[in-house]
């Protein structure tokens, strides 16, 4: 039998509130740990020690010190970014990062251009690291979805609604992710408002304080929200298909994305998609989810919460966008990355 790969998944970001918080990449990263463990071809660490090692792979998912310290004293170690963040992600997550991006973008290539690989998410963050002068070797491996965790249950959806007073009549529109600028919190707020007949339930918290892009607005919103408008805050990872059941349609407003999470989690439970039309998602969703405009976005919605046969069609659509990226096939290509930087495949 072959001596298994071992591997050393990090998310250690510089940003103490970003290690508390999470995000996607960290679900990412996790998702890729449970993957690799069932595997009988990887002996995988989740932010291992280094007297663990010595590691055949380093594989980071987050930023900071922690890298260099690793780095130094793995020389054989082949290392692999996956490159959840690029310049374009600071835009709206932070104040004032239009100011500062070129600057983060050379922070970036401080790590990016010291691995063997850098894994881009989505076919135009390959695009986006080449412009961004990233020169080590970049491979497209997208991100995952665990079937097994996020999956249509009628149970919780009359669960969930029962808790929160919502009829099972009632037209509810979800969305996940942090509460900033970025995400489009903002415009969630404004369609609820324009909306009062539906239910709009976002999930998530405000990540970095008043230095969270969109902060004063947010906060605005926040201290006199629409009535229809739930905000439960941030929910544990393990949670988060409860709510995904008690929605009709999930409505991203997000102005940039790499490949998001919570659009896959959303997938697997089979709501209908409603997002931003933005270039990211083209290449990797089309057909299967409604892109939306300022300016027509409350058209889409009205349109597709009084057409159950429009949801239905939408929602066959998204399970069709869980399978093909189910986390089994992305861990597969990136065993298969592995294998190769060790010349063994």
């Avoid at 780095?71 to 054989?76: I, M, P």
Wanted: glycine share 6%; proline share 5%; net charge positive.
């Amino acid at each position: 039998m072959n001596k298994k790969i071992k591997v050393n998944l990090l998310f250690k970001p510089g940003i103490p509130s970003a290690r508390k918080k999470g995000g996607g990449d960290q679900t990412a990263c996790k998702m890729l740990y449970e993957a690799l463990k069932k595997r009988n071809d990887v002996e995988v660490y989740y932010n291992g020690t280094l007297k663990e090692g010595p590691y055949d792979i380093l594989h980071f998912h987050s930023l900071g010190d922690v890298f260099f310290k690793y780095a130094k004293q793995s020389s054989d170690s082949k290392i692999v970014f996956t490159a959840h963040v690029i310049a374009d992600t600071m835009l709206g997550s932070a104040i004032l990062a239009e100011r500062w991006k070129s600057l983060f973008a050379q922070y970036l290539l401080l790590f990016y251009n010291q691995a063997d690989a850098v894994i881009a998410v989505s076919p135009l963050e390959v695009e986006k690291l080449k412009e961004m002068g990233v020169k080590s070797e970049i491979i497209f491996i997208p991100n995952g979805i665990d079937l097994s965790l996020f999956k249509k249950d009628e149970k919780l959806r009359k669960e969930m609604r029962k808790a929160f007073s919502i009829s099972d009549n009632e037209i509810v529109l979800l969305s996940v992710g942090h509460i900033i600028k970025r995400k489009g919190f903002d415009t969630f707020a404004k369609v609820a408002e324009a909306l009062p007949q539906y239910k709009f339930v976002w999930v998530g918290g405000i990540p970095f304080s008043f230095f969270s892009g969109g902060y004063g607005e947010i906060k605005k919103i926040l201290k006199d929200p629409p009535p229809n408008l739930i905000l439960p805050g941030p929910i544990p990872h393990e949670e988060l298909n409860k709510f995904y059941n008690m929605a009709d349609i999930f409505f991203f407003p997000s102005r940039q994305e790499n490949f998001s999470i919570a659009v896959l989690e959303a997938s697997a439970v089979g709501l209908p998609l409603l997002l931003r039309d933005i270039e990211e998602y083209k290449a990797p969703l089309s057909p299967h989810y409604i892109p939306w405009n300022e300016n027509d976005v409350i058209q889409k919605i009205i349109q597709l919460a009084e057409d159950k046969s429009l949801r239905e069609e939408y929602s066959k659509r998204a399970t069709e966008i869980a399978k093909t990226y189910n986390i089994e096939k992305t861990t597969e290509a990136t065993v298969n990355l592995y294998k190769k930087l060790l010349g063994i495949l």
